[in-house]
């Protein structure tokens, strides 16, 4: 019924590819196999290419250092645009000083020291300190106990009127091949609904995660979105997202959206993509 | 604006009374002061009475000791309707035998037990006996750690097409005066979201709890509706539900629904109560 | 994958069936071929049989009329269960005097009427006698003007703190063997989404509609949950409600739920029948 | 409680001032008394001004006009951002060339025709062109009767895998100072529910509302977000919106929220403007 696009064949025909991280470039086990040709193959080509990715647990120096751990070198902290860095621009327009509790690891908080404010873990928020704090951050699901960290959660947004920032808007992510984990977006949707105050949320499907990325390439020169294409692997995100942006979209088979489902979930969703590809892998004797 | 009543005329009226339990015979820090008067004054005047509660994480029998501990021995395991009877109804109509895995303490799972199923808490539940599991019950928020139980029930979910129950519809719970724990009812929503599976919720505003009572005494004797009212503090539970089932209704101003905000909140919930009492006391220079 | 039962052998195992209306019984082009053996064998067989139907436009005896004039003279009033009744039983418990509004057909006032209530249809509602309104009924998507009436039902519902009730909780429902028109429970949900308040619902999958039938049983002998199955084409109504309520339950394959989504649409629900069924046909070879 | 800002000395502040239309520029009576001053007073400072506005039933041309007709000659085409040409933006980008069905009036088709796209109203749908459709817009709740509208709208997108936009999020709107119209946002949102597919909305609070603004100035200047102030009446749309956007906001007190509320609301939404005026009129005595 669909049909399968030659991967390489898109590529040629735009100048800049935003690609999704998670089931495009890598899976749970490491890099997605071959994923560096296509990486060669863009270099070779001279075609821009960012990776847009609804991670807000590490900053674009240390995911791009995981990168080169695996091998990838061609993904710099440059070329990546995450959700954590809207969190952050939100803080520098927002938040002009003081403490901002989170839930999520110490290395997630890096966003709010790296802006000079005070990152309080939110095991540490008490009353003789819950006056003081102008915002608060859903980070990471790890590095914090569930259970005193939602519930404290809860209490703050009740007692203080202060904003309520989540940096990923995914409710949970693939840990194995079989299983999934609550993501940090899980909880926060959680506390949101109990508080019942309105959150605000950076990730895709959300347009603002796409601006960042098209200004980062406007500010150098004039670009259309014409020229670019969004590859992901989750209808719901990548293609929603790109879609609404204005964007052609690739959907790739490779992560969360299975070859034997893609027909169903297109026509059940109705968030159909431009095009539909196995991969994001451009083989080399294609070159 | 609003009308205040007095709670003895309007237990005059009628000869059966539903009382919530959190927030009108009893708060954080013990029995609402004055209320054994109430249950005095209901058994000088004959009037049957029934807590109906959505506690799921004690059985009758404990919960009717809690009561006497505190002084008040007019509240017998008879006389209390929780959405743990419900759930074990459910259980003993639909799950005839297996492993039921739950989220609770290991006190709550004695609804499982007295049928003579086997209890798994979440904790135990992996791929060596995940298919053997027939229902999945959401118990009580305390006895397990929330990270690794909601994970598990998330998974457990995704792989086994199986009955998940929710014995307590309530979202959050007030612990001290200032602060509110997330209840089992929040974290099961969390998880029915993520999995996308529909859920079997009992407790009040649903009708099946205020049924149960209803037929209770409907097995002994006729009863019309119009000789009932449900008392309780909590628009959106007992006046709700109350309404719904066709009784009469008694908002008290003692737990959840402060003096100062009755007015607003039932005009923007559009949820009225027959009746709006103070306190669900009867004075006892009233007799 | 799934397990096809025959219906015979099911009715052979129960004392009482309750039986969905449309999809089972009846489509958009009358009865369901050869549906009349199955009330012959019933009646053969001495079994009790109820329609439990979110039907709230015609009173019983329209709906009783309805199948006499298709030929299935099996059907009575007295064996018809509807939301509609349930409205009714709500209105003389909670609403004793005065006007009250409503969406829908002037037929399908009936209900307000039968109890010595005022009906006024929405178009008649304004600043004049908005005053004297006491409820709000949603009972039917025909009979009124949806732009004059959606608007009217929602500036009514701000103004005054009334009970809106809808006695029909589908949202759509098929015409054609291919086109839907929304019902009356879909304009109520966009009109409680915007005004904000609580509307009360009666129908399927609550369980006040199933035990609304069980109790005009247990009226006249005792009676076990255990002895009936409740049989429709329906997941997210006949079959969660009949579950939740303790009823094993028969999904038919001649209405809403094609043989080819079927696998899918249980696994991705998590709503389980106790059997499958290709219809509620009895053969008579079989008798 | 709260304090009430002078909008003189905010503006004063910013070098770009963007404004929401209905409740602080214009209400159902016509202009804001006084805000010409506002207008001159911009001009005289040398400001920037733009009318961010959740209306997609006219072009910029004709809401422009309609400002001149009142008297305020101020406002021009080239400083109207509507969330009509967003979806004229999407239509350029993502469907090049057929028919696309919508719900509104001829006049708002406009956005449809300019770009060489074939208008369809969804009265004229049927079998014979329906797979010739390519899209369908909802871009104003006039123009079509709803009954038939809503429902060919609901079978279209069944039978059709197509995108769905949405040209403006609100779900209702004032008509006069005591009563609401149903936007098409709010028909949208049911639809939307009953075929269980996914819209494109365009309109405040979502980012690309403000970007589409920003990216005109950009395109002229370097611009800082720092120097922007957005102007609006409602929270969960201007200011929720603005925020998001990291700029500062203003909440004016002449439209959808009332002085009583202001304090209520905010406390109960979370959602927190930078600054709070009675109205957005610079008195002249000010100057």
Redesign the interface.
């Known amino acids: 019924m669909i049909h399968i696009d030659n991967f390489k064949t898109i590529v040629d025909k735009y100048n800049v590819i935003f690609f999704d991280a998670f089931g495009v470039i890598k899976n749970y086990q490491g890099l997605v196999p071959g994923i560096e040709k296509t990486f060669e193959y863009l270099k070779e080509q001279n075609k821009e290419y960012y990776i847009v990715t609804n991670d807000a647990s590490r900053s674009p120096v240390q995911l791009a250092s995981s990168y080169h751990k695996m091998g990838l070198h061609a993904i710099t902290p440059n070329r990546i645009i995450s959700s954590g860095m809207l969190t952050k621009?939100?803080l520098?327009?927002?938040v002009p000083e003081g403490m901002v509790a989170y839930l999520g690891t110490e290395g997630s908080a890096h966003y709010i020291e790296s802006l000079g404010l005070h990152p309080m873990p939110i095991s540490e928020v008490n009353d003789s300190n819950i006056d003081q704090i102008k915002a608060l951050l859903f980070l990471d699901?790890e590095g914090f106990?569930?259970?005193q960290g939602?519930?404290t959660a809860?209490?703050l947004?009740?007692?203080r009127?202060?904003?309520?920032i989540v940096a990923n808007t995914d409710?949970?992510y693939p840990v194995t091949i079989?299983?999934?984990?609550?993501a940090i977006g899980?909880?926060a949707?959680?506390v949101e609904?109990?508080?019942?105050?309105?959150?605000?949320r950076f990730g895709k499907p959300?347009?603002?995660m796409f601006?960042f990325a098209y200004d980062l390439i406007?500010d150098q020169r004039p670009i259309s979105?014409?020229e670019i294409v969004m590859v992901g692997d989750t209808l719901?995100t990548d293609i929603?997202g790109g879609?609404?942006?204005?964007?052609d979209t690739v959907l790739v088979l490779s992560g969360n959206t299975l070859p034997k489902d893609v027909d169903?979930r297109?026509?059940?969703?109705?968030?159909?993509p431009t095009y539909i590809c196995e991969t994001a892998v451009v083989e080399k004797d294609m070159f």
Do not use: C
Not at 161 to 164: F, G, L, Y
Not at 193 to 200: A, D, E, M, P, Y
Not at 243 to 247: A, I, P
Not at 266 to 272: A, F, L, P, Q, R
């Open positions: 621009e939100y520098y327009l927002k699901d106990d569930w259970q939602v519930n809860v209490n947004l009740r007692k009127t202060i904003p309520a409710h949970a079989h299983d999934l984990s609550v899980g909880l949707m959680m609904n109990i508080v019942g105050k309105k959150f605000i959300d347009s603002q601006m406007r979105k014409k719901h929603l879609n609404k942006f204005g964007l169903t297109i026509t059940s969703t109705g968030i159909v």
